[in-house]
T-cell receptor, first 114, second 112 residues
């Protein structure tokens, strides 16, 4: 099976712009979670989608949003970019939701905000 | 933000020695714990997990120990190899909040 894929792998934006990142989960997986990874804050949970519904949300401002399509592919959007949004954004998929699900991570999208 | 308490130490071990990576968690309601390995340029990779009703679980060359009394988790790697060099994260999840919370990570460096 192909693993989790994320596009683009690298992105440079300027403050105030918006960005959309894409994640294709492992075939058959219906849960997609997004994480932000920075040196200072580590890995922080953004949100989880399961069967096109947001199931859980982390402590991020409303500028961060996401969605999931019927084929389980997911996108996340960050509007009005700030310098502090520079990070590695990771997507993880799982065949189910709930505690104890095994997550498989993609390689991430590295976003640099100038 | 929320985090499992691990203050980003680095650990250097000789090839062939055993490694022990420690993690303190803060939420006594957590009932599922996971260790991940992240190599440079890659996403985290699942290593081993343990439920709160267990205190030890073994995998291939890895063992996870859970001490709920002191809210402590450890990962033991036997016969450490150069390919084990990576950042290791512990993570916790609980039915009351049902999202994965990661620790800050430990960088393991294996000396050939």
């Amino acid at each position: 099976k192909a693993g989790v894929t994320q596009t683009p792998r690298y992105l440079i934006k300027t403050r105030g712009q918006q960005v959309t990142l894409s994640c294709s989960p492992i075939s058959g997986h219906r849960s997609v979670s997004w994480y932000q990874q920075t040196p200072g804050q580590g890995l922080q949970f953004l949100f989880e989608y399961f069967s096109e519904t947001q199931r859980n949300k982390g402590n991020f401002p409303g500028r961060f949003s996401g969605r999931q399509f019927s084929n389980s592919r997911s996108e996340m959007n960050v509007s009005t970019l700030e310098l502090g949004d520079s990070a590695l954004y990771l997507c993880a998929s799982s065949h189910r939701t709930g505690v104890g699900k095994t997550q498989y991570f993609g390689p991430g999208t590295r976003l640099l905000v100038l | 933000g929320e985090s499992v308490g691990l203050h980003l130490p680095t650990l250097s071990v000789q090839e062939g020695d055993n490694s022990i990576i420690n993690c303190a968690y803060s939420n006594s309601a957590s009932d599922y714990f996971i260790w991940y390995k992240q190599e440079s340029g890659k996403g985290p990779q699942f290593i081993i997990d343990i439920r709160s009703n267990m205190d030890k679980r073994q995998g291939q060359r890895v063992t996870v120990l859970l001490n709920k009394t002191v809210k402590h988790l450890s990962l033991q790697i036997a016969a450490t190899q150069p390919g084990d060099s990576a950042v290791y994260f512990c993570a916790e999840e609980g039915t009351s909040y049902d999202k994965v919370i990661f620790g800050p990570g430990t960088s393991l460096s294996v000396i050939p």
